[in-house]
C-alpha cells in the first residue's frame, strides 16, 4: 500500500513537471504561424529568408534585430538607419497614432519601411504588375492609399492609388515608407523579374545600416525573454487584487498539500490471503484425531514415517531393518551411541491414550534425531 502511494505521488510530480516543462516551451520558443509570415528565418512562401539571402549576395546584407525596437535607437550610429518590418498588423495607415519611438527614429533621419500594413479596398484587380525601374513587380492585393498616380510619394501604384508610398515628412529628415502588400519580397516571388530589386532599392536609399524587425515575430534574445518574463508577471501580480491573489495561493498551498499527502492514492483492493491446501488437510485431520483421542494411531503412524525416512539417510533401501542393524548404523555414521535411536525404535505406548505433554516431548525427541548430522 505505501510503495503504491509512493509511486503515485512521483507520478503526481511528474505530471506537474511535464506541465510547467510545456508551458516554458511554449513562453520561450519562437512563435509560428501567422507570427512568422513576413520573417526572415521562415522558409514558407510568405517568409522572407530568400530576399535576406538576396540582399547578401548583392553585398548589402541585412541585420536582424531581436529586441525591443526603441533600443536599436540606442546603438551608435555615424549614418542614418533603416528599419524593415514586414507584416507588422500594428497600425493602420488612416489611424491616427502609432508608435512613440517612430518620431525619434524618423526626427534622427532614419528611414522605416512597414510592409503590409491595410488601407481601403478599391476595384482594382487582385494580381497585378506593376511596372518599375527593376522590372515588373507582381502585386496581389486590391488595397490602395488615395494617391495621384504622378504623385512624388506614389512610390508604386496605378490609377486605382498608391501601393508603395511615402508618408508626409513632417518636417522630419527620416522617411516613412508604406508597403501595403504583405508579399512584396516574399520567398513565393523569388523568381519575379523586379520584386526583390524594387524593395532592395527601398531599403539602401538611407545609405546606412539595414535591420529588419524579427522581434515583431517573436525571435527574441535570451536575456530579453527572461526579462520580459519577470516583468510580465509581476506586472501581473501589481495588478491582481489582493483578495484574488489569496484565492489562487491558497489553491497553489492546496494542490502542494494534496500532493504531498501520502494517505491519498488509488484504492488498493485488500487480496484474500492463499490457502496452502496440504496445511489445511494437516490441520483439519489432526483436529479429527484429537477429538476422536486416536493418539496411539498418531505415534505408530509418525514413528514409521520417520523410522522409513532415517533408513534411507543411513543406506537402506529395504523396506524394513532390524533395530540392531538401525542402530549400528546409526552409531557408526554419527558417532552416537544407538540408545539415542530408541524414541524412534520404542515409540511410547499405553493402554490408555497418551497426554499431551509427552506426546510433544517425544515429538521433540523425534525432531533432534532428525537434526543429528549424518556422515
Known sequence: MTRTLLANRYVRLALVALVLLCGLLVLLAPATGLKTSGSTYSRAPEGYLAWFDYMASQGTPVQRWRRPIPELLEQPTTAPQTLLRVYPGLTNVYQTGYDAWIDDWLSAGNTLIDVGLEAAITEAPFTTQQPSPFGAVTIKTRRRTDLPINSDRNLLGDSYGAIVWQRPANDQPGKSLVVHTPH??????????????????????????????????????????????????????????????????????????????????????????????????????????????????????????????????????????????????????????????????????????????TLKAWLAQLQRIRQTPIR
Request: aromatic fraction near 8%; charge should be negative; hydrophobic fraction near 45%.
Open 184 to 357: 512584396l519580397a516574399a520567398n513565393a516571388y523569388l523568381d519575379a523579374p523586379g520584386n526583390y530589386a524594387f524593395l532592395a532599392d527601398l531599403a539602401t536609399q538611407g545609405g546606412g545600416n539595414i535591420w529588419v524587425d524579427e522581434y515583431l515575430h517573436g525571435f527574441k534574445d535570451a536575456d530579453v525573454v527572461v526579462a520580459e518574463t519577470v516583468n510580465n508577471w509581476g506586472a501581473y501580480l501589481a495588478r491582481t487584487p489582493v483578495k484574488i491573489a489569496a484565492i489562487q495561493i491558497a489553491i497553489l498551498l492546496g494542490i502542494f498539500l494534496l500532493a504531498q499527502n501520502r494517505r491519498l492514492g488509488n484504492l488498493a483492493t485488500v487480496k484474500a490471503a492463499e490457502v496452502d491446501n496440504s496445511q489445511a488437510y494437516i490441520e483439519a485431520l489432526a483436529a479429527v484425531l484429537r477429538k476422536a483421542e486416536s493418539t496411539s494411531f498418531l505415534i505408530d503412524m509418525i514413528a514409521k514415517a520417520e523410522r522409513s525416512t532415517l533408513q534411507k539417510s543411513l543406506g537402506f533401501n529395504e523396506a524394513t531393518t532390524s533395530e540392531a542393524a538401525l542402530k549400528a548404523a546409526w552409531t557408526e555414521q554419527t558417532g552416537q551411541s544407538g540408545q539415542g535411536l530408541n524414541p524412534l525404535t520404542q515409540p511410547p505406548k499405553a493402554a490408555r491414550p497418551t497426554s499431551e505433554a
